[in-house]
C-alpha cells in the first residue's frame, strides 16, 4: 500500500479574495469574447448576404434577449479591457503592492459599470 499523499490546497480551502476572483472573470470574460466575436461576425455575414437576412439579424438583435447578450458582451468587453490595462500596468512593475492591486480592482470594477451604463445611455 502506498503512503498517502500530500494534498494540494484548492477551493475549498481557500476563501475567495477579490484578486482570485477578478482573475477568474478576466479569464472568464476572455472566453465570452471570443464567443461573442463568433456572433458579431455572423452578424456582419448577415449583412453582406443580403437585406432578407439582414433583417432577420436585426429582429434577433432587437428582440429583448438579444438585447440582454448584447448588454452582457458590452460589459465584458469594458471589464475585460480595463482590466487588461491593469495586467499591463502590472507587466511594467507598477501597482503590485496589496492595497494598490485592491484599489485598482475596485477601480476596474467601478469604471465597467460607469462606462457600460454611459455607453447604454448613449444607444
Known amino acids: 500500500m502506498s503512503k498517502p499523499r ?3 490546497p ?3 480551502i481557500y476563501k475567495p479574495q477579490m484578486t482570485s476572483v477578478l482573475s477568474i472573470c478576466h479569464r472568464a470574460t476572455g472566453v465570452v469574447l471570443a464567443t461573442g466575436t463568433g456572433l458579431v461576425c455572423l452578424w456582419l455575414i448577415a449583412l453582406a448576404l443580403g437585406e432578407d437576412s439582414f433583417a432577420l439579424a ?9 438585447q440582454f447578450v448584447l448588454f452582457g458582451y ?3 468587453l469594458f471589464y475585460h ?13 507598477y501597482g503590485l ?12 470594477l467601478a469604471a465597467t ?7 447604454w445611455f448613449l444607444v
Open 58 to 66: 436585426t429582429m434577433i438583435i432587437q428582440h429583448p434577449l438579444g
Open 81 to 93: 479591457a480595463f482590466n487588461g490595462i491593469r495586467h499591463l500596468t502590472w507587466d511594467m512593475g
Open 6 to 8: 500530500p494534498l494540494s
Open 74 to 76: 458590452s460589459a465584458v
Open 97 to 108: 503592492e496589496i492595497p494598490q492591486v485592491y484599489a485598482t480592482g475596485r477601480l476596474v
Open 10 to 12: 484548492h477551493l475549498q
Open 113 to 119: 459599470v460607469t462606462l457600460t451604463a454611459i455607453f
